[in-house]
């Protein structure tokens, strides 16, 4: 009975959310040639927000810390059974995975993209230390552990890392779901775009696959088991990849870049 | 001691499971409202959100088992992947697996998650306006650059194969 009090509202709001979000049903937009499908469970995102965003006192009341914290500390239990799906995604594609297995490794090395096209800018816009903790990765659980472990999160490079989380956290799903359309309709291969769906959290890998399997439903199958599979193995080696790759990469631009905008060698920042 | 609270954690776990699944119901019951044309509810699509109710209670007793594993890169594997290991497992053994999981509606599933995922960013709205400005243009070169470089590797190595 105190449970039901505590969420029974919790879960009816979110039962509202799903109604409204599933009548709007997936949407698809033209932006000139490049079609951009948003699906139900983006606007399950925008409602869930903007439906807080209502000033009123039993919004306030409804949304409660003790509520809104059971929605973040069990998010990942809701999620399992989607994360089981997916193995249903794999098995039957299993022997066209392994055979592009080599390809699934070597596409890891793509996130290293967040420092080429993240470090320049933010050191043009003189960014410096929160750079480091902006561009070294999506600034997923990975990230965050190592910068806040290396230089503490109050630090500058720490303040870099967790606004690229929140960031991610809050919009990453919207924002996935329109990168990988907007990939397609450049006139990448579905197959290569699906397997690089896999590369931030499971709800952004999910908001991309699933935006594009409603574009090309006929690969709907391949695209969702491709996806799947290179999240599983960004599981494994992401952290490897940021660790080996990722940071003496920086290290090397950081120096570079800044001795040619500040007319001096800086130091990039280690731990002390 | 320990032993009671794991096993009360994993109890409540698996009433939240029972919460998803259920949740995963709704929506696909919904979705046929909406239009009628997509996936059924059928007796299939009953045991199918069993089993996935299964596999993420076995994932997480296997992730439980794993933290006492000495090796890291075992250790720190998050929860989700165990899942869809054990998943992927089961449904290379048996194709009876992988045909009552796929009567249950895939999109069914992410609604509900992401709803959880947006009511659980709200009380964290009011820090985005302690971002600067900076950063946000750094975070829209972070996101695409991640996944323009990816899908461009991507498609250099599909096309060498």
């Avoid at chain 1, 951009?36 to 306030?60: D, N």
């Avoid at chain 2, 697996?97 to 947006?118: E, H, K, M, P, Y």
Wanted: hydrophobic share 55%; aromatic share 10%; net charge positive.
């Amino acid at each position: 009975m105190k449970y039901l009090k505590a969420y029974g509202p919790l879960i009816i709001l979110v039962l509202l959310i799903d109604t409204v979000s599933e009548m709007i049903s997936t949407q698809v937009f033209k932006i000139g040639k490049i079609e951009i499908s948003i699906l139900p469970l983006v606007f399950a995102v925008i409602i869930a927000i903007l439906v807080y965003l209502i000033p009123a006192k039993p919004i306030k009341k409804l949304y409660n810390d003790k509520r809104v914290k059971f929605a973040g500390k069990y998010m990942i239990l809701i999620m399992l059974p989607l994360m089981a799906r997916y193995g249903a995604n794999v098995a039957p594609k299993i022997n066209e995975i392994i055979s592009v297995g080599w390809v699934f490794l070597v596409h890891e090395l793509g996130n290293l993209g967040t420092i080429i096209f993240g470090l320049p800018v933010a050191l043009l816009l003189g960014l410096r230390e929160e750079a480091i903790g902006s561009t070294l990765g999506l600034g997923r659980e990975g990230e965050l552990a190592y910068i806040s472990e290396k230089y503490t999160l109050n630090s500058p490079e720490g303040r870099g890392v967790l606004g690229i989380y929140l960031i991610g956290t809050i919009f990453g799903s919207i924002i996935f779901s329109i990168l990988a359309p907007l990939l397609l309709g450049m006139g990448f291969n579905y197959k290569a775009v699906a397997m690089s769906a896999g590369v931030g959290s499971s709800s952004m890998m999910t908001a991309a696959s699933s935006s594009l399997a409603a574009l090309v439903p006929k690969h709907s199958d391949t695209i969702l088991s491709f996806a799947a599979a290179s999240q599983l193995l960004t599981s494994f080696i992401g952290t490897y990849i940021m660790y080996f790759l990722a940071v003496p990469l920086q290290r090397f631009m950081y120096t570079h870049i800044t001795s040619l905008l500040d007319k001096k060698k800086e130091v990039y920042p280690d731990h002390d | 001691m320990t032993k009671e609270n794991n096993l009360y954690e994993l109890f409540k776990d698996a009433v939240i499971l029972l919460l998803s699944v259920s949740l995963v119901l709704f929506v696909q019951w919904v979705k046929l409202i909406r239009n009628p044309k997509s996936t059924p509810i059928t007796t299939d699509t009953l045991i199918g959100l069993g089993m996935l109710w299964l596999f993420s209670l076995l994932g997480i007793v296997i992730s439980m088992l794993m933290k006492k594993v000495p090796w890291k890169i075992i250790q720190g594997f998050p929860i989700l992947g165990w899942v869809s290991i054990v998943s992927l497992i089961f449904c290379l053994l048996s194709s009876y697996c992988v045909r009552v999981i796929n009567a249950v509606d895939f999109l069914s599933l992410t609604t509900s998650v992401l709803a959880f995922a947006g009511i659980s960013v709200t009380h964290r709205l009011k820090e985005l306006t302690k971002i600067s400005w900076k950063i946000l243009i750094v975070a829209i070169f972070v996101f695409f650059g991640m996944y323009f470089m990816d899908t461009l590797i991507s498609q250099i190595a599909l096309n060498l194969s």
